[in-house]
């Protein structure tokens, strides 16, 4: 079992907005520090480091995991997704020497049950149907709809348009009063206002495993 060293959260306040807690810095560069790596942001990533006392149990061996995608942020800090039979694993690796014992840094907040469960998953002490962070094949897909809707708004595209080139490619032609009626321009104002919603305030939900997109 990994020993746990617990440790207290804290986030900086913005300076702008009334001292609201951000989930991460928003200033950060997304592809230097993606927030799916971040274990402050995305709880399901756990913080491994260098265990500070020998524990008295055997260590937990990572060696059975199966990576499948690794980014070294520096010489002492890897980020490694990884699955086994429990399920996937996002696990932040700082400071580790070797083979030397590991502790979990587990912080003292809201999302402390969800690190809890990937932890257990971890040490397989959970069940593999916990919370992985995994979403299902229809949800995935309709996330990177509503994402491929957001670059489409960004570039200014019109709803119709969204319309004909991701949401129905083979849509039947309607034009004027007949397309202002329709139900499929109904759906695109939907998927447009849920777009905007995970951009602007889902997000945090969607890394806290809470918001599940079904179509």
Not at 112 to 124: E, K, Q, T
Not at 192 to 205: P, T
Request: proline share 12%; charged share 20%; glycine share 4%.
């Amino acid at each position: 079992m990994i020993p746990l060293a617990t440790v207290q959260s804290s986030r900086p306040p913005s300076p702008t907005n009334g001292g609201y807690f951000f989930a991460f810095d928003p200033l950060d560069d997304p592809r230097t520090s993606p927030a799916l790596w971040r274990p402050d942001a995305a709880p399901v990533v756990l913080t491994l480091t260098p265990a500070p006392s020998p524990p008295s149990d055997p260590p937990l061996s990572l060696d059975h995991l199966q990576p499948i995608s690794l980014w070294q942020r520096s010489p002492d800090e890897q980020y490694l997704v990884a699955d086994d039979d429990h399920g996937r694993h996002r696990l932040a690796l700082k400071g580790r020497s070797g083979d030397a014992p590991l502790a979990l840094a587990l912080p003292v907040d809201a999302a402390m049950p969800i690190r809890l469960g990937a932890a257990s998953r971890l040490a397989h002490a959970g069940s593999p149907q916990a919370a992985s962070y995994q979403p299902t094949p229809l949800q995935r897909s309709r996330l990177v709809l509503l994402l491929d809707i957001l670059d489409a708004e960004a570039a200014c595209l019109p709803k119709r348009a969204i319309a004909e080139t991701l949401v129905y490619p083979h849509m039947r032609d309607l034009h004027g009063a007949a397309w202002k009626a329709s139900a499929e321009r109904r759906r695109v104002h939907r998927l447009c206002e849920e777009a905007a919603r995970i951009r602007d305030s889902g997000v945090h939900d969607l890394l806290h495993a809470r918001l599940h997109p079904t179509g």
